[in-house]
């Protein structure tokens, strides 16, 4: 398995990405929804390992860090805070609101201005930071008028409390909706090697010039099979079938910046060895076909 032998530096393989044409980030980022307890509920069981895997990400030249007030709630936001603040030079910290915790493995959709508002404040509060990188409307809400929304998000920006506004869990349509209203740097979808029902808003991001973040990006189900083409591909490069779905999405487009997520530095370092992996043309036109 590749391991990682020298932090990620913007002449990396994966290379850099600017967002909003404003932050240029490393295109293997930090995902730190698994930074919380079970269920994505609560503190973790090793507080004193969530620290340093935070710490570790940076020390390796991760210089975006996804997150979102729902994940604990609140409990990634004030790690990431403990671990980093005062935060280095050049580090983009993006973070989410519009969905409610009322108890673990639960999900519920509040983006109702006020609430987005009030969200948006307390993130700014619990990351110690005067205005957020990147603020992510972390999914539509049926009950309440996607423009609404949005408009609230821009309202932001225009105060200074954030400087991009991203979207997640949205169509080609609701982007086209949102772009009407403020320009969007970032769309958070799931997207991985063995779901890309996604692939119509990748292309629009594409076509755009917008960072598409794929969350779930390592998930690779029965792909990963023993003596399968993922498992083939992966021992020729001496790596796990994860570390090959990672190359694949860095390969598969220049807007992807993949956050793969953990709460172990091993597993950290893991997959961050996926940006020096280089998959032949050959190799990429046979993980495309896969499904």
């Avoid at 340093?52 to 990431?80: C, H, K, Q």
Wanted: hydrophobic letters at 40%; charged letters at 30%.
């Amino acid at each position: 398995m590749p391991k990682l032998e020298q932090p990620l530096t913007d002449q990396t393989p994966a290379g850099t990405f600017t967002l909003g044409g404003e932050l240029t980030v490393r295109r293997l980022g930090f995902g730190a929804m698994r930074i919380t307890g079970e269920g994505i509920w609560g503190e973790t069981d090793d507080r004193g390992e969530a620290i340093p895997v935070v710490r570790r990400a940076v020390e390796l030249g991760v210089n975006l860090i996804d997150t979102a007030d729902s994940y604990g709630p609140e409990v990634s936001e004030n790690i990431i805070a403990e671990a980093l603040h005062p935060y280095p030079d050049g580090l983009v910290i993006a973070t989410k609101g519009g969905l409610v915790r009322p108890g673990p493995g639960r999900w519920e959709r509040d983006a109702r201005p006020k609430h987005l508002r009030e969200a948006c404040e307390a993130s700014l509060r619990r990351l110690r930071l005067d205005r957020i990188d990147v603020y992510q409307l972390h999914a539509p809400d049926p009950e309440v008028p996607f423009e609404e929304s949005v408009e609230t998000m821009a309202a932001l920006r225009e105060e200074g409390k954030v400087r991009l506004v991203g979207l997640s869990n949205v169509s080609v349509e609701e982007l086209e909706r949102a772009e009407r209203i403020v320009p969007i740097a970032s769309v958070q979808n799931r997207f991985n090697l063995e779901d890309r029902k996604a692939e119509d808003v990748l292309e629009a991001c594409e076509e755009r010039g917008i960072g598409f973040i794929p969350w779930f990006p390592l998930a690779t189900g029965k792909l990963a099979r023993s003596g399968g083409p993922l498992d083939e591909i992966a021992e020729r490069h001496d790596a796990t079938p994860s570390q090959i779905a990672l190359a694949w999405l860095l390969t598969r487009s220049p807007v992807m910046l993949p956050i793969p997520g953990t709460g172990s530095v091993e597993h950290l370092e893991e997959n961050l060895a996926a940006a020096f992996i280089e998959l032949s043309d050959e190799e990429v036109e046979e993980l495309g076909r896969l499904q």
